[in-house]
């Protein structure tokens, strides 16, 4: 199964989704940041990111755009996790390199159809 890592400023959310991609299958990164996420990213090279946008520093849309753009880690699809769940959110998301959108509370089956749409299964 794949390497996914959630990053998460929240210890709750981040071991929910844990619990949901492990449930699943999958073998999971953390990280607590944007910037902790990027470093990550660079060295471990996961599957796909699971990112959180409202984040202290850095926030998930600066991360995914970052993670976008760099030529290290381009091909890593990133999946939003957000409480924001206005259109405008999903499409800023989007724009800024995101492959798919999730608003909070995450449901499970919907984490994993999305995390399998970008990871080509």
Known sequence: MARVMVVDDSPTDKEYLKQILTRAGHSVLEAASGQDAIEMARLQKPDCVVMDV???????????????????????????????????????????????????????????????????G
């Open 54 to 120: 409202v984040m202290p520093g850095m926030n998930g849309f600066q991360a995914t755009r970052m993670l976008s753009r760099d030529p290290v880690t381009t091909a890593i699809p990133v999946i939003v996790v957000s409480s924001k769940n206005q259109e405008t959110d999903r499409v800023w998301a989007l724009r800024q390199g995101a492959r798919e959108y999730i608003v909070k509370p995450v449901k499970e089956a919907e984490l994993i159809g999305k995390l399998q749409s970008v990871l080509g």
